[in-house]
C-alpha cells in the first residue's frame, strides 16, 4: 500500500498545530503501551494500566501528562494505542514528537490511524471518509450528514443493495450450474428485481448534488451599480462590518470576500467594486475583476435602487436574483424581484429564503435525518453499478446467453463493495486515505 505499513508504531500530532491549553498526540501499534513504559514516571506503571482509562505522570521528563491507554482491539484503530494529553505550548509537542521518533516510533502519514481501523475491521470505507467528511464540515447541516456516515447509514444501504443484487447473481449462476448438466431450470432473468435495484441505487446517487452543496458550498457574488448597498448587505450576511460602508460612490474598488451560512449551505460571498463607466484606472480594473467573478459564480445577488439601474446582460441570467435594497426609502421592484432594507430587515429571511430554494433548484434540499452522499468515489461506484445493470437488462432483452449477462452482474457487486472496501485494491486506499490530515 504504497508507502502505509502496519507492523510498526505510529506517532502524529492528533490536534492543530499552534498554541493551546492541551494538544494530544496519538500513537499506534503493536506493544506501543510495552514500548513507551519505560519511559514515563507514574504511581502506576503504564503497562498496568486497564484499557480505556487514564494515567497522569512525567514523560521522559518533558512535561507533565495524562496517557489513555486502549489495549489491543479496544482503541481507534482496532490495534494497541495510547493518547498522550499534554500541555500545548509548541516547543512542548516538538520536544515529545522528536523523543518518540527517537525511540523508535514512526511518524504517521495522511490518514493512517484512520486506515489502520479499517483494516482491523473498526470501520468500512464509507464510515472512514465520514471521518474526514465530518472534519471538514462547514454547517451544522452537513455536519449532521456527515454523523448519519460515520454511524454506518450508508454502508447499511449498501449493504441491503448488494445483497439484492447478490440474490439476483444467484439465480443467474443456479442456471449456469444446471445448465452444465443439461437440466436447465426455467426460471429465467429477474428482470422486476432487477428495476428495484436501479431504482434504490438511482434514488442514492442523486443525492450527491445535495450532499456536495452542503459540503463544498455555493459561491454568491453581489453585483450592481455602485452605492446600490451591496457592502451593507455583505456586513449583514457574514454579521461583521467587513466591508467599508459609505454614502460616497465608489468606495468598493475591488472585490472583498468572506464566509457564512444560509439555512445550513456553506457560502463564499463576494463584495463586488460598482459597475459603472469609470475613467479612473484602480476603480475600472476593480470593475473587471468583479465582472469576470460573475462568470464563476453559482449565484448572482444584483441589487439596485430602480429599474433602471438593471443590467439586463446580467440580470436574465438564470443564476440571478434581482434585489431592490432600499425598501426603507420606498424603492419597489417589479414582478419576479425581491425587496430588502438592512435599516429595517424587511424581506431579508424571505431573500435567504429565495437563495437557498434557487441554489437547491439542481439539488433538493438537505432535511435532519436525510441521508445522503458527498464523496465523487462513492458516486463514481453507484454510477458503474447502476450501468452495469441496465447493462444485464439490455443484453438479456436482446437474448444474449446467461453467461455474458452474469458478468453485468458481476461488475455491479464488485462496484457496490467498492464503496465499504468488500472490494479494494491499494490504489484505492491510498487514494481515499492520503486526503486525510495527519493524526487522523
Not at 449493504?159 to 452444465?180: G, N, P, W
Request: negative net charge.
Amino acid at each position: 500500500m504504497g508507502a502505509y505499513r502496519t507492523d510498526d508504531i505510529i506517532f502524529a500530532l492528533a490536534t492543530p498545530w499552534g498554541t493551546g491549553a492541551l494538544a494530544v498526540i496519538r500513537l499506534s501499534g503493536d506493544s506501543c503501551i510495552q514500548a513507551l513504559s519505560p519511559y514515563f514516571k507514574s504511581k502506576i506503571p503504564l503497562t498496568e494500566v486497564k484499557s480505556g482509562c487514564t494515567v497522569y505522570g512525567n514523560l521522559a521528563d518533558l512535561d507533565k501528562c495524562v496517557l489513555t491507554v486502549y489495549k489491543d482491539g479496544h482503541g481507534y484503530t482496532g490495534e494497541e494505542a495510547i493518547e498522550i494529553s499534554c500541555h500545548g505550548g509548541l516547543q512542548t509537542v516538538k520536544a515529545i514528537l522528536e523523543f518518540l521518533q527517537k525511540i523508535g516510533f514512526r511518524q504517521a502519514g495522511r490518514g493512517e490511524f484512520t486506515l489502520r481501523a479499517f483494516m482491523h475491521g473498526k470501520m468500512d470505507l464509507t464510515r472512514s471518509e465520514a471521518v474526514a467528511e465530518l472534519i471538514d464540515s462547514k454547517t451544522q447541516k452537513s455536519r449532521s450528514a456527515s454523523l448519519q456516515r460515520l454511524d454506518g447509514n450508508l454502508q447499511r444501504r449498501i449493504s441491503e443493495i448488494r445483497k439484492a443484487v447478490l440474490e439476483i447473481m444467484a439465480t443467474v449462476e443456479v442456471q449456469l450450474d444446471y445448465a452444465e448438466d443439461e437440466t436447465e431450470p426455467d426460471l429465467g432473468y429477474p428482470v422486476e428485481e432487477t428495476r428495484k435495484v436501479l431504482e434504490q441505487i438511482d434514488r442514492l446517487r442523486r443525492t450527491y448534488s445535495t450532499g456536495k452543496l452542503y459540503s463544498e458550498g455555493a459561491r454568491i457574488v453581489l453585483a450592481g451599480p455602485v452605492n446600490a448597498g451591496k457592502s451593507s448587505l455583505f456586513n449583514y450576511m457574514l454579521n461583521e462590518e467587513r466591508a467599508i460602508v459609505s454614502p460616497v460612490e465608489g468606495t468598493t474598488r475591488d472585490f472583498i470576500e468572506g464566509q457564512c451560512s444560509i439555512h445550513g449551505i456553506p457560502v463564499r460571498l463576494y463584495d463586488t467594486a460598482g459597475l459603472r463607466e469609470s475613467t479612473d484606472v484602480i476603480e475600472e480594473e476593480g470593475i473587471r475583476r468583479s465582472r469576470s467573478l460573475l462568470d464563476a459564480a453559482d449565484l448572482i445577488l444584483y441589487l439596485a435602487e430602480t429599474e433602471k439601474d438593471l443590467d439586463p446582460e446580467i440580470t436574465k441570467r438564470d443564476n440571478c436574483i434581482v434585489v431592490f435594497s432600499k425598501t426603507d426609502l420606498g424603492t419597489v421592484g417589479s414582478v419576479g424581484t425581491t425587496g430588502i432594507s438592512i435599516i429595517t430587515g424587511h424581506g431579508l429571511e424571505e431573500l435567504y429564503n429565495l437563495i437557498e430554494k434557487k441554489l437547491c433548484e439542481t439539488a433538493p434540499a438537505l432535511e435532519e435525518g436525510d441521508l445522503v452522499i458527498q464523496s465523487s468515489r462513492q458516486k463514481d461506484c453507484l454510477d458503474r453499478a447502476y450501468d452495469a445493470l441496465v447493462s444485464a437488462l439490455e443484453h438479456n432483452n436482446i437474448g444474449l446467453g446467461l453467461d455474458i449477462v452474469a458478468v453485468d452482474v458481476k461488475e455491479a457487486l464488485d462496484s457496490l463493495g467498492e464503496i465499504t472496501g468488500e472490494v479494494t485494491t491499494d490504489d484505492i486506499l491510498d487514494s481515499i486515505f492520503s486526503r486525510f490530515c495527519v493524526g487522523k
